[in-house]
């Protein structure tokens, strides 16, 4: 039985891979959440998925590492043969249409951290858990924002946040290969597109006038996408950063 682990599962696109890995009667899913006892979504999901081995909610709170420790020890006791998947899916954005003048930079040092510190922690947390499955893979959910290359054609868009991610891309890209090399772990960077969530619907009229004629795609789409290229992934694929359909992205 595949045993995968998604943070930020509450709603959203966290929420959608869930749904998505749940309709495999073979896969095992860790679920993530501030409070998971009170997440509409992931409760429904509960009634629906009754069996606690193959749908298990652990609290994990990415600004809290001693949760991400706890979530990590919980797991441990879960899956003796290790974790298969981890998908780091949970983050935060501030203030999308902020200018650089308007930045409040207390904000800013908290999304830069969530975004790509508490990775870290994440990632320190499981790393023996994921070495010691069969298929030893990490998912960092990022963004088509955190490309240097692409910062070019929209750059007044996100600003704080797509630095985050910027930031996020190297921590991972160079994280992914030591334990490319020593572990055999195989780490992918995904961007989900621009998904019809909560958060990606925030700012539709201004997103709009910056990308003249895009749509957002449903959460199905990106999800299937995202679980496509993790069950595709192989080892010399790491570390690559692509789309959730498999367009390789610029760094």
């Known amino acids: ?8 599962t509450s709603r959203g696109i966290g929420l959608g891979l869930v749904k998505e890995l749940l309709k495999n009667p073979e896969n095992q899913v860790l679920a993530t959440a501030r409070n ?4 509409q979504g992931l409760q429904e999901l509960r009634k629906q998925y009754p069996d ?3 749908l298990i909610l652990l609290s994990l709170d990415i600004s809290k590492p001693e949760t991400i420790t706890k979530a990590a020890e ?10 298969d998947v981890l998908i780091n899916n949970a983050g935060i954005i501030r203030h999308t249409f902020a200018t650089w003048d308007e930045i409040n930079t207390d904000e800013f040092l908290e999304e830069l951290g969530l975004n790509t510190t508490s990775i870290l922690h994440i990632l320190r947390a499981f790393k023996a858990l994921i070495a010691k499955s069969a298929q030893k893979k990490v998912i960092v959910i990022t963004s088509l924002g955190g490309s240097i290359e692409f910062a070019g054609h929209a750059p007044n868009y996100a600003l704080t ?3 985050s ?7 991972i890209r160079r994280w992914g290969k ?5 572990e055999s772990i ?16 925030a700012d539709y009229e201004a997103a709009q006038k910056i990308f003249p004629g895009a749509s957002p795609i449903s959460v199905e789409e990106s999800t299937t996408g995202i679980l496509k290229l993790t069950d595709e992934a192989k080892l010399e694929d790491s570390v690559r950063y692509v789309a959730y359909d498999g367009t390789v992205i610029p760094w």
Request: no cysteine.
């Open 36 to 39: 998971p006892d009170t997440a």
């Open 74 to 83: 919980d797991a441990e006791k879960l899956l003796p043969n290790g974790l």
């Open 178 to 182: 030591v334990y490319k090399e020593e």
């Open 186 to 201: 195989t780490t992918i960077l995904i961007h989900p597109g621009w998904v019809a969530t909560d958060m990606g619907l």
């Open 1 to 8: 039985m595949p045993s995968y682990l998604i943070t930020g």
């Open 165 to 171: 991610k910027a930031a996020l891309n190297m921590l």
């Open 161 to 163: 946040y797509s630095v």
């Open 52 to 54: 606690t081995k193959r």
